[in-house]
């Protein structure tokens, strides 16, 4: 049963083995800017790296006390405004419940940021109609199949 009441929860260590597993679904990273599932020796490193980083921060989507995916900021340093790019993830098992749709709208809430940026395969329909719904604008071409989407606040 869907409720309004989504929580974003900061991963910590005991969160190593969900993101990989997570990783590891068939089909999950089909989008994604490297479509090569990570080895686990690469995956912790990245992972401990990303706990540390003061530019990172990686919730849990939490509903009803279910993990239904994750969701990364990572803040772009080479800029006079705030601003990060959103990485999103959510289960196969909860997709097409507007989960993602509604972790977007949320996670813009409680960040006080200027600007959202996300980084769009062409061919991911499915995530385009996720950030459209949240105001999310066309700006340009990020790199050969990607396009850049912004979302600026106020
Ligand atoms: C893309 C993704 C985030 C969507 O999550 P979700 O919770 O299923 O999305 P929602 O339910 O909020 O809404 C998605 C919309 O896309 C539609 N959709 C879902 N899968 C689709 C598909 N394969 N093809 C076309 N549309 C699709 C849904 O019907 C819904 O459409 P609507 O606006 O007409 O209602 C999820 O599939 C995912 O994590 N994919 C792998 C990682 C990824 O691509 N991340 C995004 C890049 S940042």
Redesign the pocket.
Known sequence: MINDALELIPVNETDLDYLYNLQCIEG?RK??LDSNIPKYDEHIKWFNNKLKSDTTKIFKIVDNDIII?VVRLDSLLDSTESIAE?????D?K?????????TINKIIKVTDLDAYH???HKS????Q??FS?NRFSYNSLYCPKFNLYIYRKG
């Open positions: 999950i989008f994604a995916g959103i990485s999103l993830t959510i196969p909860y997709a097409g419940k507007g989960y993602a749709k509604r996300a980084v769009i991911n329909i499915a995530s109609k996720v719904a």
